[in-house]
Nanobody
């Protein structure tokens, strides 16, 4: 199985940028599609972005299209989420998760079997 560790969260002003990283260990990350989810206080965890095993396919939630970019470097066993033009409503704990589906990018929380511990992103107005 794979272990995932997120990093790169923090406090940023509205309009700013952050880049999150999801580092894998235990198994090569190229075996998995990877998704980023976020969970705001009192809300359910939601899909943000996902990328297929070798990066050919990406998917984004409507709320982040044009602002966030997901990418991966399988040689570094890491997936990234570049977050630009951040808004206060982006404030949440961000999780990366791995899905061993062969070529799909799925958006359901139940589709992902392995999860990181999360990293807090706070956007001030």
């Amino acid at each position: 199985q794979v272990q995932l560790v997120e990093s790169g969260g923090g406090l940023v002003q509205a309009g700013g940028s952050l880049k999150l990283s999801c580092a894998a260990s235990g198994r090569t990350i190229s075996s998995y599609a990877v998704g980023w989810f976020h969970q705001a206080p009192g809300k359910e965890r939601e899909f943000v972005a996902g990328i297929s095993r070798f990066g050919a396919v990406t998917r984004y939630a409507d709320s982040v299209k044009g602002r966030f970019i997901i990418s991966r470097d399988n040689t570094k066993n890491t997936v990234y989420l570049q977050m630009n033009s951040l808004k206060p409503e982006d404030t949440a704990v961000y999780y990366c998760a791995a899905d061993d589906a062969a070529s799909l990018v799925r958006t359901g929380e139940v589709d992902y079997d392995w999860w990181g511990q999360g990293t807090q992103v706070t956007v001030s107005s």
